[in-house]
């Protein structure tokens, strides 16, 4: 075949894709069915016309497309990496973690369970080996999303649903191809008696040694992008390379799974590459990666479709049994998943719940495409299996595509209506009328001034304003109709566009370069979960989905566990500078939804409703303000720091309007513009570096500012300040439990902690130091320390608190005035204040020995605060 020829036909499958979208639109039908319909007839044409070879002309040109050289491994090496990296890279990955256990279930569980039942369903009837049947089934396990996703976006179907179905089709082709790739290499090269424990044994490597390689591949990758800031184009070029190698390396040298290993690849660089490249490069990345997968699946469906008149040119009646045996098998492993499974980790409160409409849907919505037929033709091509085997996975394998896009794509639509999906809720129809009664009555306002300065004849603009009031009447008329929507309904809808407000709010903030690109994507991220979160559970669900924002997740607990017991501090320095980043980046758009509320969600909602809003939001203010002063009293200096520099980049996004204003007004030349922008780019970039935060420094202030320490010689502060610790505290954290002999004292930098001893409690707050009674006094009743709000304390061991003990008046001094205040005899104490400071060092280790012995019962138990005693006194708050 020639060069023009190849040229030709090459042309002309991207005229088919161009055309397949209209298509799709006008009959209303997925585009990836109109494209596989359309290469059917493709293929059967060409078949037909080299049968009956009426015309020469168009002998020649069926002859060219069915010698096409169309291989398995054309798909498996050219297109597929394309595919599944370009959606692993653009799949909104921080919001599919939300629902990381349904996906998981479908995408992996799901994959498995099809596979054995469509294997053990068939065995008995087909009358091939179950190595092979198995291999059938992980075949067919694989589902494409698009045409699934694509109806849901272009529906009201939840937003949800689309990304559990995209994510689940990510997933699910990885752990299908790996299971195919095992099961193929058993029937290929005709291991004797094999066991499905032999592919349990292999599976692991499949799926871990791929996830590692293109997890490291993506990173390597993205740390050599960030070298070409200034070279958009090279970081494109070096994205493209990134798959194919990663494929090639983890398949053909490491013998793991490559598409396992191109989906971590994309998910690397999907979730490190905000805050590496800049907006606009990623942008571009982004759109590029659009295009080629764009077209990467329209021509894996054309030429995959193209060859299915080939592949069941000769079946027989009983291939079609064979496939209805797998459609029931797979329909019935899907249906287990969702309606058995699913609701059982939903009940357990490991998956969020799937409404069961939803579940129908995603039933349904299955489909297979191009990838079952890839795998099919690997079967078909390859010399090593045998002829029967061939024949079977060929027509079964096509078979089910063709049921999966010809009925299940033509009617997924009719079934979404008819599970009520596309529908708006009688709310949100009421809602709708009342909007636009208000947008009406707005343009009516303004459009007559509009006319007038447009210099229309007075008779047109008129008549017009006739027509235009009476479907504002109209719109009014309907919106009355329907105004009896319930307060509490109201106050959802409004805390819906609040939320959305505030997702626009961060686009904005992004754009203009005030926030960078990490912090908003995870900020959008939030908002959409609180979208979500808040449609479906009114305000208790916006103010817990707000509040959750704040707390201390599973993360900032391992990494307070690393710092405070093993001393590894960059986790929890990198995760307290998230936090601080965010709170300070949040105040600003919290103000400004007030604003919203009062030119946008009163006009619509009334007054009651936008006064309880303002409420909500007040409360939301507070809450991260609250958050935001307990991290700069642990970390004195650091908000400030923030705070400077996101002015600064306020400064700077307002700078450069200023110079595209005066660019508008002709003021200046493109060529000055040119060098204003590159002075604003280059500090917009030293701006994007986050000050550190150090914990050794912080230490090292909070020591000076304890007001026991303030007075000390500096020289001393500073060999002090290396022999404390610095111990950050979340609410609910248990510093002592009740009975356990203290080796360390606490002083309490910021925060509080309640002591409950013998059904008295104790608060403490800054300033205060506690454990050294019970170090010094040890028949004194301990009882149980816990944090109450987010805490920095300071810790001493024995043997210096002792040492500073005996040298220090002003510590002496505080240590009898709290025991004083804890109603503590001050004999014990006494003593031990009272050591000679000038004894010699053998004496000083033997005294600090005698008091550190410990009493020999050390259980750690927990008290729950109980009322005092009879004729017990109550202890005083100390706070």
């Known amino acids: 075949m020639d060069i023009v020829t190849v040229v030709a036909v090459t042309a002309a499958l991207f005229v088919v894709i161009g055309l397949s979208e209209p298509l799709a639109s006008r009959t209303r039908l997925p585009a990836t069915v109109i494209l596989a319909l359309l290469g059917i007839l493709i293929g059967a044409a060409s078949t037909s016309l080299l049968v009956f070879r009426d015309s020469e ?36 990955l921080r919001r599919m973690l939300d629902d990381w256990v349904p996906i998981l279930m479908m995408a992996v569980v799901a994959v498995v369970l099809s596979t054995m039942a469509v294997g053990w369903a068939l065995y008995p009837l087909a009358g091939l080996p179950i190595m092979a049947c198995l291999m059938i089934g992980a075949i067919v396990s694989t589902t494409d999303p698009s045409a699934v996703v694509s109806i849901f976006r272009a529906t009201p179907a939840p937003a949800r649903l689309a990304r559990i179905v995209e994510g689940e089709s990510l997933l699910n082709d990885a752990a299908a191809i790996a299971l195919f790739s095992l099961f193929f290499a058993f029937v290929a090269f005709g291991i004797p008696n094999p066991q499905l424990s032999d592919v349990f044994v292999q599976f692991p490597w499949l799926v871990l040694g791929g996830s590692v390689t293109g997890w490291l591949a993506g990173r390597l990758a993205l740390a050599a992008m960030a070298r070409f800031d200034n070279h958009p184009m090279g970081q494109v070029s070096l994205s493209v390379a990134l798959p194919y190698l990663t ?105 969020p719940k799937v409404e069961t409409r939803q579940r129908t849907a995603i039933l349904w919505g299955g489909l297979r495409g191009a990838v079952t037929l890839a795998l099919a033709l690997a079967v078909t091509e390859s010399f090593r299996i045998p002829a029967d085997i061939k024949r079977t996975v060929g027509i079964v394998a096509t078979g089910f595509t063709l049921y999966t896009l010809i009925v299940q794509g ?46 229309l004849a007075r008779e047109t603009v008129r008549d017009e304003a006739k027509r235009f009031a009476e479907r504002v009447d ?61 449609r479906t559970g009114g305000r208790l669900a916006y103010l817990s989905t707000a509040r959750r924002v704040h707390k201390s997740g599973r993360e900032h607990r391992v990494a307070s566990f690393l710092h ?45 409703v936008a006064e309880l809003l303002h409420d909500l939001l007040e409360r939301r203010m507070d809450e991260a303000d609250r958050a935001l002063d307990g991290l700069r009293l642990q970390f004195p200096g650091y908000a400030e720091e923030l705070e400077r520099r996101l002015i600064r980049q306020m400064v700077l996004s307002q700078e450069e309007r200023e110079y595209a204003a005066l660019v508008d007004d002709g003021l200046i030349g493109p060529e000055l513009r040119h060098a204003l922008d590159a002075g604003i780019a280059k500090r917009r970039k030293q701006l994007a570096k986050r000050p550190p935060l150090d914990l050794a420094i912080q230490r090292k202030a909070l020591v000076a500012t304890f007001p026991l320490f303030a007075d000390m010689p500096a020289d001393r502060r500073k060999m002090l300040m290396r022999q404390m610790r610095t111990i950050y505290a979340a609410p609910g954290t248990v510093l002592l439990r009740r009975d356990e002999a203290p080796r360390r004292v606490w002083f309490i930098a910021s925060g509080a902690v309640e002591q409950v001893r013998a059904g008295q409690v104790l608060r403490l707050g800054p300033g205060e130091m506690f454990g050294h009674l019970a170090m010094l006094k040890r028949n004194l009743r301990r009882g149980q320390t816990t944090a ?92």
């Open 474 to 534: 109209l719109a009014v008329t309907d919106a009355d109709e329907g105004a009896g929507i319930p307060d509490r309904d109201r106050i959802t809808l409004g805390l819906v566009a609040l939320a959305g407000r505030e997702r626009d709010l961060i686009l904005e903030a992004f754009r203009d370069g005030v926030l960078p690109a990490r912090l908003a994507t995870r900020m959008v991220a939030d908002a959409d979960r609180l979208i979500e979160r808040t």
């Open 410 to 455: 033509t009617t997924l639509r009719w079934v979404i209506h008819r599970l009520g999906l596309d529908k708006l809720s009688p709310l949100d129809v009421a809602l709708s009328a009342q909007v636009v009664a208000v947008a009406l009555q707005s343009v009516r306002e303004n459009v007559a001034d509009t006319a007038r300065d447009f210099g």
């Open 247 to 351: 494929y090639v390396l983890a398949e053909v040298f490491l013998g793991a799974s490559g598409v396992i290993a191109v989906v971590a690849a994309g998910l690397s660089l999907n979730f490190n590459a905000p805050g590496t490249l800049s907006p606009a490069n990623q942008a571009k990345l982004q759109d590029t990666w659009d295009l080629l997968g764009y077209w990467a699946g329209g021509l894996i469906f054309v030429l995959a479709a193209i060859l299915i008149p080939r592949l069941v040119s000769d079946a027989q009646p009983w291939d079609i049994v064979l496939v209805v045996i797998t459609v029931l098998a797979s329909l019935a492993a899907r249906a287990l998943v969702l309606f058995a499974l699913l609701p059982l980790l939903t009940r357990m409160q490991l998956s």
């Open 564 to 608: 405070n017991r093993m001393r590894i501090s960059a986790p929890l320095a990198r995760q307290t500078a998230d936090r601080f980043e965010y709170l300070v980046a949040e105040a600003p758009i919290l103000r400004e939804l007030h604003d919203f509320i009062d030119t946008r969600i009163r006009r619509i909602h009334g007054k009651r």
């Open 57 to 92: 002309m168009l002998t020649n040109a069926a002859e060219l497309i069915h010698n096409l050289p169309i291989r398995s491994n054309f798909f498996l090496y050219v297109f597929l990496p394309t595919l599944i990296f370009q959606v692993s890279l653009t799949i909104d």
């Open 788 to 879: 109450i709000a987010h805490s920095t304390l300071l810790t001493l061991d024995e043997a210096h608190f002792v040492k500073l003990l005996n040298s220090d008046k002003t510590l002496r001094e505080a240590v009898i005035n709290s025991a004083r205040t804890r109603g503590v005899p001050l004999d014990e104490v006494a003593v031990v204040a009272g050591l000679d400071v000038g004894a010699d060092a053998g004496k000083q280790k033997k005294g600090a020995a005698e008091i550190t012995a410990a009493p020999k019962d050390n259980r750690s138990r927990d008290v729950k605060p109980k009322g005092p005693k009879p004729g017990e006194p109550k202890a005083k708050a100390d706070a």
